[in-house]
C-alpha cells in the first residue's frame, strides 16, 4: 500500500466515523485543537498527520489509531432491497 492509498484510507475512515458520530469538521476540530480545515484536509488525504495528531483524532472518535487505518472499518452500510 502507498502512502497515498493510506492517507485515502485514513481520511475515509475519519469522515465515516465522524459523520456517525454525528460531528461536524468545527466540531471535531475544537475537539483536537485544529482547525476544521485541517481535519477537511486530512479527510481528503492531502497532507501528512502526525501520529501525536492521529492519536488525538481516534481519541475523539471513541476508537484506536490502528482501526482508522484498517480497510472498511467504518464503511457506510448498504441495504440491500430485495424484490419479491
Not at 484510507?9 to 483536537?32: H, K
Not at 476544521?36 to 472518535?61: F, N
Request: hydrophobic share 45%; charged share 20%; aromatic share 2%.
Amino acid at each position: 500500500m502507498t502512502a497515498a492509498q493510506i492517507r485515502h484510507l485514513l481520511g475515509e475512515n475519519i469522515r465515516n466515523r465522524r459523520i456517525a458520530m454525528r460531528f461536524t469538521l468545527r466540531a471535531l476540530g475544537e475537539a483536537i485543537g485544529v482547525s476544521h480545515a485541517r481535519i477537511s484536509q486530512i479527510e481528503h488525504g492531502d497532507g501528512r498527520t502526525p501520529v501525536d495528531l492521529l492519536a488525538s483524532l481516534a481519541e475523539a472518535l471513541d476508537t484506536q489509531p490502528s482501526i482508522l487505518l484498517t480497510a472498511n472499518a467504518f464503511a457506510a452500510k448498504k441495504s440491500l432491497a430485495h424484490s419479491a
